[in-house]
């Protein structure tokens, strides 16, 4: 199933046609199906996969030198509502089972054997820790040489800190990597851009990555006269440096937030550079696949968008 991933046990022929017709009745493999592609002048590409019941999420590759970083799913939609993410403003519709997840990344390896995922990061649609059982069991089908076997180096879960669930994941003995998404240096801006804030609130989840063993990202996406002022720089240096946190700055997806602006591109360097000043290691990320929907959930909001306008029009992109 993970490491030469049929589509369907018919396609298993090393096994006896009896056995695959018994293992079609009891295991019926779940597929998604891929309902839009989409392909970045820079390499990323992205992909809208239905899944049984209709609903869609998307994943996203993205390849760098020998890297290919496969961004995956872990909800359809999301209840958090971040003012600057697409996913956000669709609502959360329902958890996916851990073979959704992990499914993302055999559906990929199907599409391009050539294309196989080394790093997978759970920054797709949805809150990976509102939905730990099914991301829990994803993380060992992920990593576990019987599954797809990626390092747990080269697995990382992207959290806002949902602090029961952080606990479970940092008591995992693999080392998988966490990131977490700050985007603002105080609890008061930071409850205005993410609504979580009321109930794991800055102070609490910054103590609570005090006590995981592992270094942590922290995610920062600078949104023009919101939070890349230098001042606030300072402030974040703060809240990094005794945790000896990797900071990655990510501008901000224009489209993702239409009431928005991203920061200006010298204004992102001065505050790399401040937050280096302060012996932080801090990260610009460039922006990928600028010219498709290649922030979390624009696809599905665009594609949603244009069904209802033409109905009767396959809205296939591929
Ligand atoms: S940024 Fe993540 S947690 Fe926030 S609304 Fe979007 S998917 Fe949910």
């Known amino acids: 199933m993970w490491q030469r991933p049929v589509g369907s046990w018919e396609e298993a022929t090393d096994l006896p046609a009896p056995l695959r017709a018994q293992l079609g009745d009891a295991f019926p493999l779940a597929r998604l199906t891929c309902d839009a592609a989409q392909r970045s002048s820079d390499g990323t590409e992205k992909f809208l996969w239905k899944l049984a019941?209709?609903?869609?999420?998307?994943?996203?590759?993205?390849?760098?030198?020998?890297?290919r970083t496969l961004c995956i799913s872990s909800q359809v939609g999301c209840a958090l509502g971040c003012v600057f993410c697409a996913t956000g403003r669709m609502g959360f519709r329902r958890n996916l089972s851990a073979g959704e997840i992990a499914g993302q990344v055999r559906e990929a390896m199907r599409r391009d054997p050539a294309a196989q995922p080394t790093n997978v990061v759970f920054m797709g649609m949805g809150e990976p820790l509102l939905?730990?059982?099914?991301?829990?069991?994803?993380?060992?089908?992920?990593?576990?040489p019987?599954?797809?076997?990626i390092g747990a180096r080269h697995i990382t879960v992207s959290t806002v800190g949902i602090l029961p669930h952080?606990?479970?994941?940092?008591?995992?003995?693999?080392?998988?990597?966490?990131?977490?998404?700050?985007?603002?240096p105080t609890a008061e801006l930071r409850r205005e851009l993410m609504p979580i804030e009321k109930k794991y609130s800055l102070p609490e989840v910054l103590q609570?990555?005090?006590?995981?063993?592992?270094?942590?990202t922290l995610e920062y996406v600078l949104i023009g006269g919101k939070n890349d002022a230098l001042a606030q720089a300072d402030e974040l240096a703060k809240l990094a440096r005794p945790l000896g946190a990797l900071v990655n700055l990510l501008p901000?997806?224009?489209?993702?937030?239409?009431?928005?602006?991203?920061?200006?591109?010298?204004?992102?360097?001065?505050?790399?550079?401040?937050?280096?000043?302060?012996?932080?290691?801090?990260?610009?990320?460039?922006?990928?696949?600028?010219?498709?929907s290649a922030a979390c959930g624009q696809l599905r909001v665009e594609l949603e968008a244009r069904r209802k306008v033409r109905p009767e029009e396959?809205?296939?992109?591929?």
């Open 166 to 184: 952080l606990a479970r994941l940092a008591q995992r003995p693999e080392q998988f990597r966490l990131a977490v998404s700050l985007h603002a």
């Open 53 to 67: 019941d209709g609903e869609a999420i998307e994943s996203v590759l993205i390849p760098e030198k020998t890297r």
């Open 314 to 318: 396959h809205a296939r992109v591929e």
């Open 208 to 216: 609570a990555l005090t006590q995981f063993r592992r270094r942590v």
């Open 131 to 144: 939905n730990w059982d099914a991301v829990d069991t994803a993380l060992t089908i992920l990593n576990h």
């Open 146 to 149: 019987d599954g797809l076997g």
């Open 252 to 292: 901000l997806h224009p489209g993702g937030a239409p009431d928005l602006t991203p920061s200006d591109r010298p204004r992102m360097l001065a505050f790399e550079r401040r937050l280096k000043s302060h012996g932080v290691e801090a990260v610009l990320r460039r922006s990928r696949g600028l010219d498709i």
